[in-house]
């Protein structure tokens, strides 16, 4: 399992269900007494969640900082545990979901075997297709910068984080039936006026920060003069990206697809 910082969090996900909850329609969360977030992180599906159900809402995560966040920022029921030996005995939801999760998995059925042990009724999972992302920038090296980057990641990290449509054979493949799926696309825009975030986000560019985080990633499929050519344009582009804040005409758009799956458990 990949770890993450709260503020990774916060940044990814920050508004993905202000606009619609459509897409969340197969989890029947109105008629749910008792539901799991698996690896909820700082907890954003959990205050969703919390806000759809009548039932009782509680968040399992294996990093206990973010779960400590997640009890501060939701007032739910937090539990530090693995979601591949969730530590619940078996039917104790009618729900379990996650939310970004199976994608930082080695072997996501571990943890959809896991979910179905503890739940009487439904799982579901909402996945991104990081392969499918598309992004509009003011800066036009960005467009391009991006898109070869997230090639070379997807190509070298050591999980699935384009899972798109082949989520459902997974879930039939768990033993699930009925599976249904729904695409919820979260869009993410940075315009003036710039919030904190957005500043430190085109310094990371600027620096080189953003590729250097995903070294490891890279390497594996890039060579060291590719590598290095990659981050030394990363930076100049990084620094249009702050000559354009300053001015306020930086503008960037970023529309990520989530598969919204949801399976029954076979009785």
């Known amino acids: 399992m990949r770890k993450f910082s709260p503020e990774y969090l916060r940044r990814t996900r920050d508004g993905m269900w202000a606009e619609s909850r459509e897409a969340l329609a197969d ?15 700082t907890g954003e599906l959990s205050r969703v969640l919390d806000a759809e159900t009548p039932g009782e809402v509680v968040c399992v995560d294996a990093d206990t900082d973010l779960l400590g966040v997640a009890r ?15 530590p619940f005995v078996d039917d104790a939801f009618d729900l379990v979901v996650c939310q970004a999760l199976l994608v930082n998995l080695p072997d996501p059925s571990e943890a959809l075997d ?5 739940s009487s009724e439904l799982v579901a999972a909402v996945e991104p297709d990081n392969a499918a992302v598309g992004v509009e920038s003011t800066v036009s090296a960005e467009v391009a910068l991006e898109r070869s980057v997230r090639e070379s990641y997807i190509e070298g990290v050591r999980t699935d984080v384009a899972l798109g449509d082949r989520l459902p054979d ?42 250097a ?26 620094r249009s990206v702050v000559e354009q804040m300053r001015e306020e005409r930086y503008r960037r758009a970023e529309v990520v697809p989530f598969d919204v799956v949801v399976g029954r458990v076979p009785e």
């Not at 989890?27 to 992180?41: H, I, N, P, Q, Y």
């Not at 501060?72 to 969730?86: K, Q």
């Not at 879930?171 to 695409?183: I, P």
Request: proline share 2%.
């Open 27 to 41: 989890l029947s969360l109105a008629d749910r007494t008792r539901v799991l977030d698996a690896g909820c992180g």
């Open 72 to 86: 501060r920022e939701t007032g739910l029921s937090t539990v530090a545990g693995d979601a591949v030996r969730l």
């Open 114 to 118: 896991s979910f179905v042990r503890v």
């Open 170 to 211: 997974i879930f039939e493949a768990a033993g699930l039936r009925d599976v249904r799926t729904r695409r919820h696309f979260h869009r993410k825009v940075t315009q003036p006026p710039y919030d904190e975030l957005e500043l430190e986000d085109a310094a990371r560019k600027a620096n080189g920060a953003g590729v």
């Open 213 to 238: 985080a995903h070294e490891t990633e890279l390497r594996r499929t890039l060579s060291d003069a590719e590598y290095d050519a990659l981050r030394r344009d990363w930076r100049e582009m990084g």
